[in-house]
Structures are given as structure tokens and as C-alpha cells.
């Protein structure tokens, strides 16, 4: 950790948001994961105060709530201001004292959508906070507060991905995460390729139920990897092989989990193999078998974005299509050639709407820079 003088002047702090090329729902089983930064995020910008107070707002949701530091004898609200406060009570931890602020929150992020909108503000937060108190943090460290403040102040289940990339990202380049060791690899994202966000703009309210039904169901499988006479190993390096082997004692329901866990982290180092070829077709046809393991193995995909799914990969130009983040609604990841992504997203578009009466968010990604400072 290292100091600098507090800032007494205004200063802006900006954290991206991300998308996952591949690897869904294998980052709570030691997997590896794919995510690159995007253009798209958070901006905090920081006024000093002289008092011990963080007067926030929210420009997003246009609202202002004030709390007093130290954060040690308060507890969660339920509440989006509990994302930053959480932040702020993690660096406490860490011995920082923490200096009076007013953060104001503005994000071009759709929140709550599975793009790390909470990341994005907890990281920016975080930076906004540091730089206020004269402090620094090694990325590594930040993005561990930040995790911190999700898990154990929010109270979100969450892997480290997102405050990881919010971090480490760079443009034009994903991150092949390892969650079991947190360590990582840059590698290079072909330029002709675009990556388009469709939001299905559904929310299905059983999200949240399948989401943990399904960490309890990983956490059964990591159980039943390492009995039966087998040696303890990682669901993430189960052959075809061990899935049939495995597969034969586990429920029905259980052995197409146990086959999403074990061919999606296949599929994450085959879509790292073709964009090192810069194999578009490849890479596509690798999210749409992602997309069909996630929907028939899984069972966390939904009609509307089975629909945006389909209607995106009979349109010229697209490689492939995949469900992206937990499920149940959110946004697909198109992968498509560059020269036609725009005529793709307003074809999408009309297509999709007329298909469900929804007005779909359309979004064509760039891949960005890390968190930073902007002024
Ligand atoms: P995701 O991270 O995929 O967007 P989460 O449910 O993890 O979805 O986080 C979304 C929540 O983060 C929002 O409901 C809100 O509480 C908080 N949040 C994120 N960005 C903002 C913002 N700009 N203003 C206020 N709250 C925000
Ligand atoms: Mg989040």
C-alpha cells in the first residue's frame, strides 16, 4: 500500500463494465472464464468535504443518501448506496482511514442486466475514495476489497470476475481468468470481429432461486468428484470420459450439470485457441454450443433469449449467439463480422420485437481500458 497527498480538488474516477466471451456459469466452480472490458461504465466523480460524511447520488436512479464514516457500526440497507458503503467498509479493514466525500454516480451501464454495473461502482468507488484519503492499492488488492465489499456487505454470492477485469482489462483484449488461482492471461481479440449486446429487456423473477439452486447443485457435484474412489480434482478438468464415469451414479438432472461444468470449460480454452487463429467461424459455432449446453444441460436460459439467440444466428454475418450471465433473461452475446454489425443490431431489433412485443436494448460493444482516473 502505498500514500500521496489527499486530494482536496474534484476528481473523476472511471470503471468499465464487462462482457463474458465464454465460460457462463463455471467461475463459482473453479473455472475458467473469458471477460473483456467494455467502453461502456461507471463514472464517480469525487468532491472533498471537510467533515467524516459520504454524501452520494445517484444521477441513474436520482437519488442522495448520506452516511457517516466510520461505516464499522452500520449495516447493509438493502439499498444501492450498500454497494458503495460496502466499498468504503472494506478499505476500513484494510486500516485505511477513510476522508469525507461527495461521490456522484452516473453509469451508461444497463444495471442489474449482467454486465457488472455493481463492479463498475464499486471499483470506481474504491478509487475515488483511495485517491481522497491519499492511499493506493495494488490492482490485485482493490479488486479483492471490492469483492469483499460484494460478497460480505452486499451479500452477493459472486465470484471475482468482474472486479478482476474492471481492473485488468485492456483494449482490444479479453482476460482468460482462472478462478481457482485468480491468475490470468491477456489475449488478443480480433478486430473484425463484433461483439453485440442484446438485452431482452425480460427479468424473470426466479432468477435468483435457480442461481443459487445451481451453486448448491455445483457444490453437490464437487462433493460427488471427489468420493467414489476418485482422485480430488477439479469439475473444471473432467474429460468427456469422467462425465459418462461420474455421470452414471448422479441423477439425470445432476449429469447434465456436471456435462455443462465440464464441456463449457472446454469450450473456454477452445474459443482462446481460435482467437489466437483469429477463427471467427470457430470462436461463433463455440458460443452457440454454449448457448445450447447452458439452455438444455443447465437449464438457465428462457424463451425470449432462446428467441434473440435464434433470430440472431440465421443473420448473415453472425458466427454465433449465447445467453450471457446468469440467465433467466439479461442480454445474449452476438459475436458477428465487424462490417455488418450495424445492419445486424437494427435487423435484431425489429425482428425480436416483432417476435415478442418487447423493444429489445441493442448495444455494439467495445472492448476498453481498465478502471482509471479521468481528470
Ligand atoms: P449487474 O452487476 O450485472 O449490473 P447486480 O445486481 O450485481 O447486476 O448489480 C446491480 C445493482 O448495482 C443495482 O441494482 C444497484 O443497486 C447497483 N448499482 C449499479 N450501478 C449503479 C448506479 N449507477 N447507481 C446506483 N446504483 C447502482
Ligand atoms: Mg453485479
Not at 62 to 67: A, K
Not at 75 to 88: E, I, L, M, P, Q
Not at 307 to 328: I, S
Amino acid at each position: 500500500m502505498t500514500a500521496h497527498p489527499p486530494n482536496t480538488a474534484t476528481a473523476v474516477f472511471f470503471a468499465p463494465a464487462r462482457i463474458n466471451l465464454i465460460g457462463e456459469h463455471i467461475d463459482y466452480t473453479q473455472g475458467r472464464v473469458l471477460p473483456a472490458s467494455l467502453t461502456l461504465g461507471t463514472r464517480v466523480t469525487m468532491r472533498p468535504r471537510a467533515d467524516r460524511q459520504l454524501s452520494l447520488h445517484s444521477v441513474n436512479l436520482d437519488e442522495s443518501l448520506q452516511v457517516s464514516l466510520p461505516l464499522g457500526a452500520q449495516t447493509r440497507r438493502g439499498h444501492w448506496s450498500d454497494y458503495v458503503c460496502g466499498v468504503a467498509w472494506a478499505l476500513e479493514e484494510l486500516g485505511i482511514s477513510l476522508a469525507g466525500a461527495q461521490l456522484e454516480i452516473e453509469s451508461d451501464v444497463p444495471l442489474g442486466a449482467g454486465l457488472a454495473s455493481s463492479a463498475a461502482l464499486e471499483v470506481a468507488t474504491a478509487l475515488a475514495l483511495l485517491e481522497r484519503a491519499g492511499r493506493r492499492l495494488p490492482a490485485r488488492e482493490l479488486a479483492l476489497a471490492c469483492l469483499r465489499a460484494e460478497s460480505d456487505w452486499v451479500g452477493t454470492r459472486c465470484g471475482p470476475m468482474d472486479q478482476l477485469i474492471a481492473l485488468y482489462g485492456r483494449c482490444g483484449q479479453a482476460l482468460l481468468l482462472d478462478c481457482a488461482t485468480l491468475e490470468s492471461r491477456v489475449i488478443d481479440v480480433p478486430a473484425d470481429g463484433a461483439w453485440i449486446l442484446a438485452d431482452t429487456r425480460v427479468h424473470h423473477a426466479h432468477a435468483s432461486g435457480e442461481y443459487n439452486a445451481r451453486r448448491s447443485e455445483s457444490e453437490q457435484l464437487a462433493r460427488a468428484a471427489a468420493t467414489g474412489g476418485r482422485e480430488m480434482r477439479s469439475l473444471r478438468d473432467f474429460s468427456s470420459g469422467d462425465v459418462a464415469a461420474v455421470g452414471a451414479s448422479l441423477s439425470p438432472v445432476l449429469a447434465r450439470r456436471l456435462r455443462h461444468i465440464a464441456t463449457e470449460n472446454r469450450r473456454v480454452l477452445d474459443a482462446v485457441s481460435a482467437l489466437q487463429r483469429a477463427d471467427l467461424p470457430a470462436l461463433g459455432a463455440l458460443l452457440s454450443a454454449s448457448h445450447k449446453s447452458l439452455r438444455d444441460d443447465y437449464e438457465v436460459s428462457c424463451p425470449e433469449l432462446d428467441a434473440m439467440v435464434e433470430l440472431a444466428c440465421v443473420l448473415p454475418g453472425v458466427f454465433g449467439a449465447r445467453m450471457h450471465g446468469g440467465g433467466f433473461g439479461g442480454c445474449a452475446l452476438i459475436l458477428a463480422a465487424a462490417d455488418r454489425a450495424a445492419q445486424i443490431a437494427e435487423t435484431l431489433r425489429e425482428r425480436y420485437e416483432r417476435a415478442t412485443g418487447i423493444v429489445p436494448w441493442i448495444h455494439l460493444c467495445r472492448i476498453g481500458d481498465a478502471a482509471r482516473r479521468l481528470r
